[in-house]
């Protein structure tokens, strides 16, 4: 189905009112959807200028190019998409979905994060989309993928195809959010591999790497380093929430 007609008929389905009522997952005002139209137009639909490579808020004046921190450290990706900042209440929403298992807010948060790709100029639209990948212990603890849960309604939207074998996480790694920001990339080295079988959907393609939330960007930049060493041509970030610089 052509991504156009995708693109204008999603936000649309995700907006009916549900049968069974609800609570805005923001400010548990009662109504009919998720998230209630004032958390809406307060958390989403005010964009603010982001480096185009990391995703982190930046003057107007430089959105259109990588910040410092960016230029100083050249990450393997090349752009980040992001829906909002990892601000509260935002953070207790995807906090219930991780670890409250609430599975319902999944699909609002691809709902966000699509409304954010329809937001950016001069967008191309990534050939693969995958998730950031848990390790067979984690994902036996959690019982589900987050990103995952989010990529899955994300992808029927877009058009984008899902490859749920691209990439293996290949042990364990420990939390990201317990470390200094030294260890977390030392944390991250080795992790992801390529399915044996996938190096040749790797190879020349766009590919979009979904995650809930980032914060230094180690365990993405990983992944992208991971694709472009087989091959990739493209590597960028779809975020549904970006930490805030301090």
């Known amino acids: 189905m052509p991504y156009r007609f995708l693109a204008d008929v999603w936000p649309i389905v995700c907006r009916l009112p549900q049968l069974i009522p609800s609570t805005c997952a923001l400010c548990s005002s009662e109504g009919c959807n998720l ?7 307060r958390f989403f639909t005010q964009p603010c200028p982001r480096c185009p490579q990391c995703g982190l808020q930046t003057n107007a004046a430089d959105q259109h190019r ?3 921190h960016c230029l100083k450290t050249l990450p393997d990706y090349d752009a980040t998409i992001v829906a909002t900042d990892y601000v509260a209440p935002i953070d207790q929403a995807i906090l219930a979905l991780k670890f409250g298992h609430r599975l319902a807010i999944a699909p609002l948060l691809a709902r966000l994060l699509h409304d954010a790709l329809l937001r950016t100029p001069n967008l191309a639209l990534p050939d ?10 984690r994902l036996a603890e959690r019982g589900f ?3 995952l849960e989010i990529a899955r309604p994300l992808a029927r939207a877009t058009g984008m195809l899902l490859d749920t074998h691209l990439l293996q996480r290949t042990r364990d790694t420990a939390m990201q959010t317990s ?10 080295r080795h992790a992801f591999v390529p399915d044996a079988r996938s190096v040749e959907r790797i190879r ?5 790497v979904l995650d ?4 230094t960007g180690s365990t993405l930049n990983a992944i992208a380093g991971v694709l472009k060493r087989h091959g990739a041509q493209r590597v960028t970030n779809l975020v549904v929430a970006r930490t805030p610089a301090r």
């Open 145 to 147: 993928n987050q990103s």
């Open 35 to 41: 998230l209630c139209t004032a958390c809406e137009q």
């Open 179 to 188: 470390l200094p920001l030294a260890e977390r990339q030392r944390n991250m």
């Open 128 to 137: 693969v989309l995958i998730a950031v990948p848990l390790s067979p212990q």
């Open 212 to 215: 809930d939330v980032l914060t």
């Open 204 to 208: 020349g393609r766009h590919i979009a």
């Open 66 to 68: 990588a910040c410092g």
